[in-house]
Nanobody, 124 residues
Framework: QVQLVESGGGLVQTGRSLRLSCAAS????????MGWFRQAPGKEREFVAA????????AYADSVKGRFTISRDNAKNTVYLQMNSLKPEDTAVYYC?????????????????WGQGTQVTVSS
């Protein structure tokens, strides 16, 4: 089992940046594909970004492409989400998730383990 702990959320103004981190408990972190999802009030949880086990492959939602970057450091058991040019519509609770699956990393149902989430609020 993998325990995930997100950090780095907060309140920022439009156009600013934040970097989220997600620390995993397992030393076999490199066996897991990782994803970031978000859920705004009154909305369903949605895919943001995903990264393969090695970090060699990434995927992004269209709404964040070109602004957000997902990366991972397997030596530190940590995945990151660099968020630039933030907009009010990026306001949400951000969750990281882990999966042993190799494919379909943009799908919520692909993930077996979830963190508790970190709040990101972007003011206009």
């Amino acid at each position: 089992q993998v325990q995930l702990v997100e950090s780095g959320g907060g309140l920022v103004q439009t156009g600013r940046s934040l970097r989220l981190s997600c620390a995993a408990s397992r030393r076999t972190f490199s066996y897991y594909g990782m994803g970031w999802f978000r859920q705004a009030p009154g909305k369903e949880r949605e895919f943001v970004a995903a990264i393969s086990r090695s970090g060699g492959s990434t995927a992004y939602a269209d709404s964040v492409k070109g602004r957000f970057t997902i990366s991972r450091d397997n030596a530190k058991n940590t995945v990151y989400l660099q968020m630039n040019s933030l907009k009010p519509e990026d306001t949400a609770v951000y969750y990281c998730a882990a999966t042993e699956r190799l494919y379909s990393l943009s799908l919520i149902r692909s993930y077996d383990y979830w963190g508790q989430g970190t709040q990101v609020t972007v003011s206009s």
